[in-house]
Nanobody, 122 residues
């Protein structure tokens, strides 16, 4: 399955953005999905994950209460709604797919796509 993240941009402190991850060449319904992010000079870090049918979601403490992950298996897409954005949320955001587990470790994810850049100015 090929993944493509989109929806990033330049916003101000406190604004909102919704990222999308569209899949092609396969169905995401057989994958646990997640969003990770990578800031310059830092390792890729977990943001949020969602189970196969969307009945379980997990979040990094840094985004809990501000970000919401969701999925629409009928449209083969995963979303990340980001509210109350902060400058420290600035990063390239990537979506990943894992057929075996729902994990906070990026190395377990089998499929990745190009990321989308989110820049939050203060």
């Amino acid at each position: 399955v090929q993944l493509q993240a989109s929806g990033g941009g330049l916003v101000q402190d406190g604004d909102s953005l919704r990222l999308s991850c569209a899949a092609s060449g396969g169905t995401i319904s057989t994958y646990n999905m997640a969003w990770f992010r990578q800031a310059p000079g830092k390792e890729r870090e977990f943001v949020a994950s969602i189970s196969l049918r969307g009945d379980s979601q997990f979040y990094a403490d840094s985004v809990k209460g501000r970000f919401t992950i969701s999925r629409d298996n009928t449209k083969n897409v995963v979303f990340l709604q980001m509210n109350s954005l902060k400058p420290e949320d600035t990063a390239i955001y990537y979506c990943g797919a894992d057929s075996k587990r729902i994990s906070r470790t990026f190395r377990t994810y089998e499929h990745w796509g190009p990321g989308t850049l989110v820049t939050v100015s203060s």
